[in-house]
């Protein structure tokens, strides 16, 4: 079992889904296991993830049978999640590369923690 297992449900990300994976591969801690939950995308995304998925043992790729959509799918990301840790990404996320590092040694320093997270900023499509 990993130490920190990523959650990624993805419906038609393919947009940004490149930029995702490659910030999410490119941590600086590297004991993770990447689920990827696909939901009937239609778009490139399934054969993105694929490629992903054939290039990385940490990379594990779901393919739902039926839509279950949004709520239901991060359900089933989380579901399929084994770790001691867990941890959500959405399609469309870009991390830091020390984000996982950092957030993995606050919550090992507060035992009674149950959530870490970092100052974020938003970008838009432009």
């Not at 739902?64 to 399609?91: D, I, T």
Request: hydrophobic residues 40%; charged residues 25%; aromatic residues 10%.
């Amino acid at each position: 079992m990993k130490t920190v297992a990523i959650g990624m449900p993805v419906y038609n990300g393919a947009k940004y889904i490149h930029q995702t994976i490659d910030s999410l591969l490119s941590q600086t801690f590297s004991d993770f296991q990447l689920l990827i939950c696909d939901d009937g995308s239609t778009d490139e995304t399934l054969a993105i993830c694929r490629e992903y998925a054939a290039r990385d043992s940490r990379i594990r790729l779901h393919q739902n049978e039926l839509r279950l959509g949004g709520a239901k799918n991060f359900n089933r990301a989380f579901e399929l999640s084994r770790g001691k840790y867990f941890m959500w990404a959405a399609q469309d996320d870009w991390f830091a590369p020390t984000y996982i590092e950092k957030c993995l040694a606050k919550l090992e320093q507060s035992p009674n923690a149950v959530l870490a997270l970092s100052e974020m900023v938003m970008v838009d499509e432009a």
